[in-house]
């Protein structure tokens, strides 16, 4: 969900790319797109075990 005030200007292309983003992650588990990512582009790989907690 992506909440705007009205007095904030909004960009359909960036809302669509977001949402093709959103797919490729739920289709592709692991798997992360980088800002301005968009289809076609290689996404980049979650390695959690990097992270520490």
């Not at 797919?23 to 996404?43: E, I, L, M, Y």
């Amino acid at each position: 969900m992506e909440m705007c005030d009205n007095s904030i200007g909004r960009s359909a292309e960036e809302l669509l790319r977001k949402v093709a983003a959103a797919s490729f992650v739920r289709q592709n588990p692991g798997q992360a797109c980088p800002a301005s990512w968009r289809p076609g582009q290689p996404p980049v790989r979650l390695e959690l075990s990097q992270f520490r907690f």
